[in-house]
């Protein structure tokens, strides 16, 4: 599979504008917009499961992120779209790692073409550079894990094609290099892979996800297909890196058994046929949630807010190190903090984002109102492998508040409304570790879009 390259998406960009010339009675329309988002980002006492150190990146770090970006879009007619952004971010960083420094790179993070209704009524084609999210995101999100918060891009082709009522299909395909090519700048920086130390290792992927209605709407969910090939490469110690392909089977589903209790549950198994002592991974979610709607309450609160309680479980399986398979869960295309912002650092040691070796139940409750969320949640979190120096399968307890809110009412785009958002993560290490401190991860965050 060859790289979908960015000089082809420009010559169908420029044969589409030709195109777009002909179409009679259809005036092109230009939008344009962006936003700017600015963070402070503290912690310290983050355990990893190693003997020395136990503490990931010589403990405290404070860093600011500014992070830009700007958009357009041109509608050449009613079934085709071009879109474009740039995206540029750098770091002040007052204590802890060191990256990102002005003037940085300048990122080609979205250019694509959209196409509508070519296959039927409701069908959606995009060619070229894009985000994609499909399913829960458990799978299927970050194409650029070692990115930092700035991109989540991948380069290829994603089709959503309606079947019949209540039933349709997401078909992808990828190719992502280990470097970004067509970054304004000379940093040379890595953006797949699980460590910086092994350089040039490309993603690509395929898959398919077929999405229905059962049970008279009552059953909405997706049965899909994922395969990820990561490609061979050579570390920084000069060993080779072997090449590897993880095919992953999955069920999603998310019923809802009335107007205030609604579901989530997911299944999915790697494997990898072509090796009989190859991959044998499990990632399993199931969640409840129960709503009160506004002014449906008797509780005395401001408002009348929108309330959520609900009860979940992560399972992400571990390497069973007595078997010649590899049991680890892999994440895929999902290495980025879904589970906890502080926990994806406790992984430090094991790639960045490489969700594997988690069960995490918790309880969560959230309170809504006027674009106002409050969100708190707890729960412990085991490892099912005692692979840590600790030797223990409890890896600690995690403990989550935010706040998120809304800023200059009524000044909004298309992209999105200016928010501000409080982040708190308390994380009471466990047997697993060698630290017994307690941790903590802190953001605030301001993002204004125009």
Not at 136 to 165: K, M, N, V, W, Y
Not at 173 to 189: F, M, N, S, T
Not at 245 to 251: E, N, Q, S, V
Not at 282 to 296: D, R, V, Y
Request: proline share 5%.
């Amino acid at each position: 599979m060859k790289t979908l390259s960015i000089s082809i998406a420009a010559a169908m960009l420029a044969a589409a504008v030709v195109a777009a010339d002909a179409v009679e009675g259809k005036t092109p329309s230009f939008r344009y917009g962006g936003d700017i988002r600015l963070r402070q980002e503290l912690w310290d006492d983050i355990p990893i499961p190693t003997e020395e150190p136990i503490v990931t990146r010589n403990g405290y770090s404070n860093t600011y992120r500014l992070r830009s970006r700007v958009f357009a879009a041109y509608d050449f007619a009613e079934w085709m779209t071009a879109n474009v952004r740039f995206t540029h971010m750098f770091y002040e960083t007052v204590s802890g790692p060191k990256s990102f420094k002005w003037p940085d790179e300048l990122s080609l993070d979205n250019a694509n073409l959209e196409f509508r209704d070519l296959t039927g009524e409701g069908s959606k084609l995009v060619v070229g550079r894009q985000d994609i999210f499909l399913g829960s995101g458990r799978l299927i999100f970050e194409g650029t894990a070692l990115d930092a918060a700035r991109t989540t891009f991948f380069d290829g082709i994603l089709l959503h094609q309606p079947i019949a009522e209540d039933f349709s299909a997401d078909l992808f395909a990828v190719y992502d290099k280990d470097e970004d090519k067509l970054a304004i700048g000379h940093v040379h920086r890595q953006l797949r892979g699980y460590s910086p130390s092994v350089d040039g290792r490309d993603e690509a992927g395929a898959g398919i996800f077929l999405n229905g209605k059962l049970f008279e709407g009552a059953l909405p969910g997706s049965i899909y297909y994922i395969w990820k090939h990561e490609t061979s490469a050579r570390a920084a110690d000069g060993t080779e890196v072997e090449n590897n392909d993880i095919h992953t089977l999955g069920l999603l589903a998310r019923p809802k058994f009335s107007d205030n209790v609604k579901g989530e549950f997911e299944y999915a198994r790697q494997f990898n046929p072509a090796d009989d002592d190859g991959i044998d991974a499990t990632l399993a979610f199931a969640g409840l949630t129960f709503t009160i709607p506004e002014n449906e309450h008797l509780l005395f609160l401001p408002g009348n807010p929108a309330m959520d309680f609900g009860l979940d479980c992560t399972y992400l399986s571990g390497d069973d190190p007595d078997t010649t398979r590899n049991e680890a869960f892999n994440p895929l295309f999902a290495r980025y903090p879904f589970i906890s912002e502080l926990m994806i650092y406790c992984f430090d040691t094991e790639g960045a984002g490489n969700w594997n070796n988690v069960i995490h139940p918790r309880a969560k409750a959230s309170v809504r109102h006027a674009g106002h969320e409050v969100l708190l949640a707890a729960g412990p979190v085991y490892a099912e492998e005692r692979n840590g120096a600790g030797g223990g399968h409890n890896r600690g307890w995690l403990y989550t508040a935010q706040y998120s809110f809304p800023l200059f009412s009524g000044f909004e785009n298309g992209r999105g409304k200016t928010a501000g958002l409080l982040l708190l993560e308390l994380f009471d290490p466990g047997d697993y570790y060698l630290s017994d401190e307690l941790s903590y991860f802190f953001r605030w965050q301001i993002s204004v879009a125009f």
